[in-house]
């Protein structure tokens, strides 16, 4: 009843300032594509999207908040934080199997943050914005520090609106060994405006959304454009879900999805608070491929990741959506498992060679699977410090030949303190394979650096790969206009190309582990060898031995007692 | 006659419910305590252990059904069974076989997990001396008006608990702990459960006032599980927790039971371990003791009769975009890769640091070496044999 209220209220504010043709203040839209994969898996991606015209960086203490959550706000504006883009993610993304994500992400924790200029002390501030995030969002944030993060010089640029891009404003560090479970979804929720009890965030069961291939949940803000002309900024808050359900373990081995089997859950209404709600579904492979039910005449055309695709729009906000049941549960079912997948043009592997456990080699190679055009990758690689790379064995090299890197910053590490940094801007030829190799050699960790689970191994972060590749359709570059959310997340300046970031597998090494029963072990035997060589040599030299008689049998007792008595000797 | 019986029988009544009212007043302001408090923590890793995760979460399922908020509970687990990947049901953790109660639920919030729950972080969560940057939902808020919940469960031995394989906490800390928190003010009655092997051991050292303790087995007694699921492949919880959990469900906020229930929770023969308990150290009787005084967090509610005039509501001044402001200049988005500007980017420069302590240690030794080849050579060319004077 009560968000009931503040849906009405809300609503006649919306429409007071339509009238008055101001921009709105606050706007808020909630958005699922679902995109059936190839390979029978179905992939859903979740967005939010809460904009809110204000200014957190003029000193005026913002304290009225409505749809932006006051925790994030208040992040915001006590850290003097520019962007802020953090991710959790389990599982890794196949990108040979399932195309791009809209949104991509590495495997575990990912944090990246650009801090305004007026910051003096980037690295404590760093640092206690970590603390901060990791109360919010229940992970253990508070292990990102120095020996993880990096200050990249050319990737990561702001995804949103400015002017000047310093990187001594960056920081970036990712944590591949954090776990993702409802710990982390349940705050997530708490920050969206109709919470999970109305909306698209109904579906979102985490019994269902863990029991998946991919689960990716993401928080982005930054500040955008209002309009055309650009001159008032406005704050976006994107929070992002990325699952793809597998075939055998979500739908039994049969073809056929439908909201229930995805979420255990069906859709009753709109997010009150929202002023658009809509799903839609990729039907470019209809229909042939699958048919959709219940059917919908509105059809949306978009050109997202170098295609364009044609997508079904179910649009919650309208009541006739819901059909005379009052509940929206979509079905796809595939009638034939023909046909290609577009491959993508861009596809990043990495994986450690060698034998033994003092030495080694990472190998990350890199396809570009365009026919006839190359185009160049910005490769970022941050290595632990207890990896020591020798730099001088760096090779890159594609199709058997050297190609040498037109931009190469290499920060080395030190012991303890940082991590090592590598980036190259990579051009990679067109219909080859890149292959980047570095030999490494494995440090000994003192004693107490150990986890409580050494031999699982340790982790190495993601590669990241960024770049602009060249695609078939024209993408769109106005900004401004009227899109799904999905095709506006990274900004597009040009027509001919678009920007997307692949990350590789992280790596688990084993570094060389101690034996950590040994301190007992030691003391065990070298306290027996003491006392029984000690003990026996001491007993020998200082005791004296003396002949015992031994005890005498009743009989002769009493015999001897009866001698005594006689004045006789005894026995 | 019949009216002063029935004028004498009236007045006892009302005697009789004044007594009971005072009565009931006094019991509802007898514990003392404002808020409630409650330290959840499971100090056992890998799989194997999934009955600790279970008894913690099943402990947190309890408190905050009856009504201990998540702000006002610390709970740490060492591993994370949910989401492991040996478990085939994900997101969830089961209590009872067959999958029947799952204790993880929909909306639960850890504060500590992983790698972060150890000795230290503990040791700081309940004495208050932590980073000043850590968030509010990793602390310990709790004032001298506060009754605190502490649970404990894992692998443990006679004086000690082994947090996480790798570190142990021992009795005679953790009682210094507790007494740094009763000189700090910072708890009204403390209750600590601890379900491990010998767990009888670890209050033996309290001496601090105001501390209850239950364990779930005395010094030389192991602890044991309860029943394995096939499907998960491990044992689901412990068994005095099981018992604890069964009791619990039963109680609700408004129930009346008190700690002498509590201490009967699994005798010997459901138990197989004899549970201890230890009160010696609390000031009030334990049967005056209700249970929701400390797993619950029941509010105390004052009726008054005065009325009290409210403010008129503020009125909220739309912020409108300042127009009058300068023109300012055109935003842009930030071309996310641009080739030709990352290729002649100029290198940072790096400020200049004195020399390190090799590098100097080296010129040193340079400069000693030069100049006593240089004194050597001086003291060489310099002296001449003495010519002997004829």
Redesign the interface.
């Known amino acids: 009843a009560c968000s009931n209220i503040r849906g009405v209220f809300l609503v006649f504010f919306f429409l007071e300032r339509k009238l008055w043709n101001l921009p709105l203040l606050y706007d808020f839209q909630e958005e699922l594509v679902i995109r059936p994969l190839h390979s029978g898996d179905i992939y859903a991606s979740f967005q939010f999207r809460t904009v809110w015209e204000t200014d957190f960086t003029r000193g005026n203490k913002v304290s009225h908040y409505r749809l932006f959550p006051k925790s994030l706000g208040q992040v915001i504006s006590k850290f003097s934080v520019r962007e802020l883009h953090i991710s959790f993610t389990q599982g890794y993304w196949r990108t040979m199997q399932w195309g791009q994500p809209f949104q991509p992400a590495p495997p575990g924790a990912e944090l990246w943050v650009w801090f305004q200029d007026s910051v003096t002390d980037v690295d404590s501030t760093w640092k206690e914005l970590t603390n901060v995030l990791s109360g919010i969002f229940c992970a253990s944030l508070n292990f990102i520090d120095s020996t993880n993060t990096v200050q990249p010089s050319a990737s990561f640029k702001p995804l949103g609106i400015g002017n000047v891009t310093d990187h001594r404003f960056l920081r970036y560090a990712t944590l591949p060994r954090e776990i993702v479970c409802t710990e982390n979804l349940t705050p997530w929720k708490k920050l969206l405006p109709c919470g999970s009890k109305a909306g698209l965030a109904v579906l979102l069961k985490s019994e269902k959304l863990f029991h998946s291939s991919f689960h990716s949940q993401a928080v982005h803000i930054r500040p955008m454009c209002q309009d055309w002309e650009c001159k008032t900024t406005s704050w976006e808050l994107r929070q992002t879900l990325n699952v793809v359900f597998d075939l055998h373990t979500s739908a039994q081995g049969k073809r056929e999805w439908s909201l229930f089997k995805m979420f255990s859950r069906t859709l009753t209404e709109a997010c009150p608070l929202a002023s658009s709600s809509k799903i839609y579904i990729d039907i470019t492979d209809n229909p042939e491929q699958f048919e959709v039910s219940p059917a919908t005449p509105l059809l949306s055309q978009a050109s997202v990741l170098g295609d364009r695709r044609t997508f079904s729009v179910y649009d919650l906000t309208q009541q006739i959506t819901f059909g005379t049941v009052r509940s929206l549960n979509l079905l796809i079912r595939w009638k034939s498992s023909e046909g290609d997948m577009l491959r993508p043009l861009l596809h990043g592997e990495r994986y450690v060679a060698g034998y033994g456990l003092q030495t080694g080699e990472i190998h990350t190679l890199m396809y570009n699977y365009h026919p006839y055009r190359s185009f160049p990758v910005l490769l970022l690689d941050s290595v632990p410090w207890y990896l020591r790379l020798y730099i001088h064995t760096l090779t890159v090299t594609s199709k058997g030949k050297d190609n040498k890197p037109s931009y190469i910053h290499y920060q080395p590490s030190k012991d303890r303190v940082r991590p090592h940094l590598l980036e190259m801007l990579v051009q990679l030829p067109p219909n080859s394979v890149t292959e980047v190799t570095v030999q490494f050699e494995r440090a000994l960790l003192k004693w107490t650096e150990y986890t409580p689970d050494p031999n699982h191994g340790f982790y190495v972060g993601s590669s990241v790969i960024s770049s602009l590749v060249p695609s078939i359709v024209a993408m769109d570059t106005n900004s401004t206009r009227e899109r799904p959310l999905f095709s506006s997340f990274f900004p597009c300046k040009e027509e001919s190309s678009y920007f997307v970031r692949v990350y590789t597998e992280p790596l688990l090494v084993n570094l060389p582990t101690p034996d950590f029963s040994m301190p007992y072990n030691v003391i065990c035997l070298t306290c027996t060898v003491v006392a029984v060589g000690y003990g026996s040599l001491y007993n020998l030299l200082t005791r004296s031995f003396q002949i015992e008689e031994p005890n005498p049998g009743l009989a002769k007792r009493i015999a001897n007692v009866i001698r005594k008595m006689r004045g006789v000797p005894p026995l | 006659m019949k009216i002063l019986t029935l004028w004498s029988l009236f007045s006892t009544y009302l005697l009789a419910s004044s007594l009971n009212i005072e009565n009931h007043a006094a019991q509802f302001f007898s514990s003392g305590h404002t808020n409630n408090w409650a330290v959840l923590v499971c100090t056992s890793?890998?799989w194997f252990n999934y009955r600790h995760v279970a008894n913690t979460l099943s402990v947190y399922r309890s408190v905050k059904r009856l009504g201990i908020p998540d702000s006002h509970i610390v709970l740490m687990l060492a591993d994370?069974m949910?989401?492991n990947h040996r478990n085939p049901?994900?997101?969830?953790v089961f209590s009872h076989k067959n999958m029947e109660l799952n204790v993880?639920?929909?909306?639960?919030?850890?504060?500590y997990?992983?790698?972060?729950v150890t000795v230290e972080n503990f040791l700081r969560v309940l004495t208050g001396r932590l980073?000043p940057?850590?968030?509010?939902?990793?602390r310990l808020l709790s004032d001298d008006r506060s009754n605190i919940l502490i649970y404990l469960t894992g692998h443990g031995g006679n004086g000690f608990l082994k947090f996480?394989?790798?570190e142990e906490i021992s009795n005679v800390e953790l009682a210094d702990a507790f007494e740094q928190m009763w000189q700090k003010r910072r708890y009204n009655e403390l209750l600590f459960i601890i379900d491990t092997c010998q767990g009888a051991s670890m209050y033996e050292r309290f001496y601090s006032p105001n501390l209850m303790a239950l364990a779930s087995s005395q010094v030389g007694e192991d602890s044991l599980s309860h029943q394995p699921d096939l499907a998960i492949g491990v044992h689901l919880m412990d068994r005095y927790t099981f018992y604890l959990l069964e009791f619990l469900e039963d109680i609700h906020p408004a129930s009346k039971t008190n700690m002498n229930d509590l201490f009967k929770v699994c005798p010997k023969s459901q138990c197989v371990s004899t549970p201890g308990h230890r009160t010696d150290l609390f000031l009030r009787d334990p049967g005056s003791v209700l249970i929701t005084d400390f797993f619950g967090s029941v509010r105390k509610v004052e009726i008054t009769m005065e009325t009290i005039n409210l403010t008129d509501p503020i009125e909220?001044v739309?912020?409108?975009?300042v127009n009058g402001e300068l023109?300012?200049?055109?935003?842009?988005?930030?071309?996310?890769?641009?080739?030709s500007e990352?290729?002649h980017?100029k290198p940072?420069q790096r400020d200049w640091h004195p020399p390190d302590g090799f590098i100097l240690g080296l010129w040193t030794l340079i400069l000693l070496v030069f100049f006593k080849t240089l004194a050597f050579q001086e003291t060489a060319v310099g002296s001449k044999p003495p010519y002997r004077v004829q």
Do not use: H, M, W
């Open positions: 890793r890998f994370d949910a989401c049901k994900p997101a969830t993880y639920g929909d909306d639960v919030e850890v504060d997990r992983g790698y972060e980073p940057s850590t968030p509010r939902s990793k996480q394989d790798s909220q739309e912020q409108s975009p023109q300012k200049e055109r935003n842009s988005y930030v071309d996310q890769l641009p080739v990352i290729i980017q940072k």
